[in-house]
């Protein structure tokens, strides 16, 4: 078997294309012969430093991604459901402490494992429960969630807010500007020593090209029970 393709996900909980790519990503990483690293990052300085605006600025695009939303929803068999203020929830309130908890739950375990189960916490608290993930306590609930254990959540609270963290964030949002990042999901595919990166959750199929797998759709268990 060849060497398996590094594939980076940055994302940020708040954004709900994220949620889409990363459960899509997430049906795929053991079927494709890649190595997924997970990337959380900071949307709010991506959207600044990339000088992007707010799709909630034109009313037009605000309507359209309602319908969208619920289209993909059930294209893509997530549990999406939209928070009664979506504008505050991800404009007001923001994802920074999110973003900086699941920056720490990574650094902890030095892997992915954990990282993914609290990250789809965090996602089903916005888009499904429509409840709080700025608070340590709505944090500490994600991750019991996730299956973490006191010990590990204590520890999580302590280190999330330590200089350490919010300078690991802001690397990781940098890196996703430095590959040209104006939004997420991003996904980048090194591929013959060369980056190629794909914007948003509707790439897979290209995505796969490009790296030699197969594309089967965003629920390929239904394509292949068996798998």
Same mark, same amino acid.
């Given at each position: 078997?060849?060497s398996k393709?590094?594939?980076?996900?940055?994302?940020d909980?708040?954004?709900?294309?994220?949620?889409?790519?990363?459960?899509v990503?997430?049906?795929?990483?053991?079927m494709?012969?890649?190595?997924?690293?997970?990337r959380?990052a900071?949307?709010?300085a991506v959207?600044?430093?990339?000088g992007n605006?707010s799709?909630?600025m034109?009313q037009k695009?605000v309507?359209?991604m309602?319908?969208d939303?619920?289209?993909?929803?059930?294209?893509f068999?997530v549990?999406?459901q939209?928070p009664a203020?979506p504008i505050g929830v991800?404009?007001?309130?923001?994802?920074?402490?999110?973003?900086?908890?699941?920056t720490a739950?990574?650094e902890?375990?030095?892997g992915?494992t954990k990282?993914?189960?609290?990250s789809?916490?965090l996602f089903?608290r916005i888009?499904?429960?429509?409840k709080?993930?700025t608070? #340590?306590?709505?944090?500490?609930?994600a991750a019991? *969630? !996730?299956g973490l254990?006191?010990?590990?959540i204590?520890?999580? %609270?302590?280190?999330?807010?330590?200089?350490?963290?919010?300078d690991?964030?802001r690397?990781?949002t940098q890196?996703?500007l430095?590959?040209g990042?104006f939004?997420f #999901?991003l996904?980048?595919?090194?591929?013959n020593? *060369? !980056?190629e990166?794909?914007f948003?959750s509707?790439?897979?199929? %290209?995505?796969a090209h490009?790296i030699?797998?197969?594309w089967?759709?965003?629920?390929p268990?239904?394509?292949h029970p068996?798998l």
């Amino acid at each position: 078997m060849t060497s398996k393709k590094v594939v980076e996900l940055f994302y940020d909980v708040a954004s709900p294309y994220s949620w889409l790519g990363f459960e899509v990503i997430c049906r795929y990483k053991n079927m494709w012969n890649i190595d997924l690293k997970f990337r959380p990052a900071f949307l709010g300085a991506v959207m600044k430093g990339s000088g992007n605006k707010s799709p909630t600025m034109v009313q037009k695009k605000v309507l359209y991604m309602d319908k969208d939303l619920n289209r993909l929803r059930d294209y893509f068999n997530v549990p999406m459901q939209h928070p009664a203020d979506p504008i505050g929830v991800i404009f007001k309130k923001g994802s920074l402490s999110a973003m900086r908890f699941l920056t720490a739950v990574q650094e902890r375990e030095g892997g992915n494992t954990k990282a993914e189960q609290v990250s789809r916490e965090l996602f089903l608290r916005i888009w499904n429960e429509d409840k709080d993930i700025t608070e #340590p306590g709505s944090l500490s609930e994600a991750a019991v *969630k !996730a299956g973490l254990s006191e010990s590990e959540i204590k520890e999580l %609270l302590e280190l999330y807010t330590s200089p350490k963290m919010k300078d690991k964030l802001r690397s990781t949002t940098q890196d996703a500007l430095d590959y040209g990042a104006f939004g997420f #999901p991003l996904l980048v595919c090194h591929v013959n020593s *060369k !980056a190629e990166v794909f914007f948003g959750s509707d790439r897979f199929e %290209l995505m796969a090209h490009c790296i030699g797998e197969k594309w089967l759709g965003p629920q390929p268990e239904k394509a292949h029970p068996k798998l």
